[in-house]
């Protein structure tokens, strides 16, 4: 049988072509999504088109009652879980810290922090030896702006996913021992539309100059990454942090 991944944001973006590169790599697919059930419905049926298994979930990944109704959903669907990756997340508007409100810091670790760390608790509790699991992959997407910092525009994301990386260190030798792997990837400027949810459509395209490739990153380059972290090619790969950001 296929093993077993959950794909968090799975309905857009780095998630939707990680979604469909696991898939094509012999991932059975829990699609993820908070409210574009469209969206999410539209990878799933790619997936099983080309004869692959997945099935769409809903769940905010901040509010940890839909979390664990999303894992039982999963465990009663599709079977143990192998795999995870931590991609659902969130910027705001670009504003200075001076304007930001706790309201917006709340949001922004809600869904980029909590919310990872609940799922990575769920899945270690499936995939520890002690639970009956026989191990698996955590793969927590962070960002370059962890070690840029993202000043006058996202200096609350840059914290979180600095808080991401933390956790990935951590959890890595926490669960090493119980053949657990947990790796994350830190993107640069990637040609998604989450630079248009912060008001900045253009972001990638006004400062690909800064790129020493001199251009932005495709989704489908970073899910490479992923699914490669994810398989047995990576088996002795863990506590990594690993840059997708075109050496910027």
């Known amino acids: 049988m296929d093993k077993v991944l959950l794909v ?4 857009r973006g780095i998630g939707a072509a990680t979604c469909k590169l696991a898939a094509q790599h012999g991932w059975a697919v829990a699609v993820n999504y908070s409210a574009n059930a469209l969206a999410a419905d539209e990878v799933v049926r790619g997936i099983r088109a080309d004869g692959g298994r997945a099935m769409s979930v809903q769940a905010d990944v901040a509010d940890e009652s839909q979390v664990l109704r999303m894992f039982e959903h999963i465990d009663a669907k599709l079977g143990p879980l192998s795999g995870l990756v931590n991609n659902a997340g969130v910027v705001d508007v670009s504003a200075r810290v001076q304007d930001m409100s706790v309201q917006r810091w709340r949001r922004m670790f809600d869904i980029n922090v909590m919310g990872s760390m609940v799922c990575a608790r769920e899945a270690v509790r499936r995939m520890s030896p002690s639970h009956g699991g026989s191990g698996g992959s955590i793969v927590n997407v962070s960002s370059a702006a962890a070690r840029l910092g993202a000043p006058g525009q996202y ?3 840059a914290a979180a996913k600095g808080a991401i990386d933390a956790f990935t260190i951590g959890l890595a030798k926490e ?6 792997r947990v790796n994350a990837v830190r993107p640069g400027l990637i040609e998604t ?11 990638v395209r006004d400062l690909q100059h800064q790129v020493p490739m001199g251009r932005g990153g495709t989704a489908q380059e970073v899910a490479q990454l992923i699914v490669w972290l994810l398989s047995d090619a990576a088996s002795y790969t863990t506590m990594s942090l690993i840059d997708v950001s075109g050496g910027r």
């Open 8 to 11: 968090t944001g799975g309905s």
């Open 155 to 157: 200096v609350d994301y």
């Open 175 to 180: 669960v090493g021992p119980d053949g657990i």
């Open 193 to 203: 539309d989450i630079h248009a949810s912060g008001g900045l459509p253009n972001r």
